[in-house]
């Protein structure tokens, strides 16, 4: 593509808020004589179609990754060739070098119109909301006169779209740059955005209500595509019956003569059937595919808690009382082992009954504390001051302490400033 530092040599235009530059070479090139200038102003989409575009979702466009195969005929149903369309899902890199999720379409048909071999194919890079990031789209039509092809290629640079179009009349090639600020292309509606648009308004089997986008004519100008629907009709295919949504485009050119298509969309998005008002053939389906439905999600199952009766279960009972005697001999063998603890234990309930305290705690601080290894030497001079029987922490394990709370209550939070959250 021909970007703004490497564009063809010309005459430069500027028409409202598009600039543009073309070049003609070959042995047969013509000097391009400047365009008047415009005096409307160029198309904007209305807020319908803003708003059906930014309804739209990631996970509603990816129900409707799939490919598909139909086949080109004639009024007569001779076949003339065949159209493949496949949407999946792709990456593309923005202007930072960063590799974004997008949705990637593909495109590809080639047969016989009148006896003459057409084609074309187009690949296109759309986000969630089908704004098109790139696209490159090539059509070629082998006239037995003057060989027709024109390649047009879109891509956002920044603030702004360009637009490169070739295009080859026999020996003769004229190239064209556009550029689009990328704020008027706000409902711009790409060939790529559109294959997956119509399976979006298949999928909801509806149209947006006067909805006005935005898409580019034959002549790579910017002007109004709207859609409309014809109902539904029961189409057979393979011996199979189904419904299928219609669904009308037409772009409105500025200059030309209005364009418009009819696309026959089965309930999952399926292009069943394809027409274009004025031409000799259409495109259909040969096979009924397997149509899709949007996942179900069923609520979580709800286990209720129900009691344990154990005691009238014989197997649980049995091992209630094996463990309940298990733990009885294990402690009884204990304190055979260990009679002194048995001992203290009686020493302290003894003293406990005769003094009869009204803190049970410390008491029993007091009373133990004599045989912990790590209590204090006592004094050698009284103090006024009661000594507490409970181990004191140095001021260097006080402070690791309070940073472990510190720690377990989060970055910035000491106990001091989750105590101020809490004054009024």
Request: hydrophobic share 35%; with cysteine.
């Amino acid at each position: 593509m021909e970007t703004a530092g490497n564009r063809p040599g010309g005459r430069q235009q500027a028409a409202g808020s598009m600039s543009s530059k073309v070049q003609s070479k070959g042995l047969k090139a013509k000097d391009q004589p400047a365009p008047a200038p415009e005096s409307l102003p160029p198309p904007e989409a209305n807020a319908e179609a803003i708003h059906f575009l930014d309804s739209l979702s990631q996970e509603e466009l990816q129900m409707l990754f799939f490919s598909e195969t139909l086949a080109m005929v004639s009024k007569t149903g001779e076949p003339q060739g065949e159209l493949t369309i496949e949407v999946q899902s792709g990456k593309h890199e923005d202007n930072t070098g960063t590799m974004l999720p997008c949705a990637l379409v593909h495109a590809f048909s080639r047969g016989f119109v009148d006896k003459m071999l057409c084609g074309n194919s187009l690949l296109g890079y759309l986000t969630w909301n089908l704004e098109t990031v790139e696209q490159h789209s090539q059509e070629f039509v082998k006239f037995h006169i003057l060989p027709m092809e024109q390649k047009t290629s879109l891509l956002r640079q920044g603030d702004q779209l360009a637009m490169t179009r070739s295009i080859r009349e026999g020996e003769e090639v004229r190239n064209e740059v556009t550029f689009f600020p990328w704020h008027s292309t706000a409902g711009f509606i790409s060939q790529a955005a559109n294959l997956l648009l119509l399976r979006v308004m298949a999928w909801r089997q509806m149209v947006p209500s006067n909805a006005r986008f935005l898409a580019l004519d034959m002549e790579g100008k910017f002007c109004y595509s709207t859609y409309k629907a014809l109902g539904s009709q029961t189409i057979q295919v393979d011996r199979q019956q189904a419904d299928a949504f219609i669904v009308e485009q037409t772009v409105h050119s500025v200059e030309g003569i209005p364009f418009s298509c009819q696309f026959y969309l089965l309930s999952d998005g399926h292009l069943a059937k394809r027409v274009q008002v004025g031409s000799p053939g259409c495109c259909i389906i040969t096979k009924m595919p397997v149509l899709r439905e949007e996942d179900e999600i069923e609520p979580r199952p709800v286990f209720e808690k129900k009691p344990l009766a154990w005691e009238e279960d014989i197997e649980l009972h049995s091992r209630f009382l094996e463990r309940k005697e298990e733990l009885r001999l294990s402690h009884t063998r204990y304190l055979q082992q260990h009679p002194d603890g048995e001992a203290i234990v009686s020493d302290f309930l003894l003293f406990l009954l005769l003094r009869q305290p009204e803190d049970v705690v410390t008491f029993a601080a007091e009373f133990f504390g004599p045989f912990s290894l790590r209590r204090p030497p006592t004094p050698s001079l009284r103090s006024s001051a009661p000594q507490s029987p409970f181990r004191s922490l140095d001021p260097r394990t006080k402070r690791e302490t309070h940073q472990a709370r510190a720690l377990r209550l989060g970055p910035g939070r000491d106990p001091e400033a989750l105590l101020s959250l809490l004054r009024f």
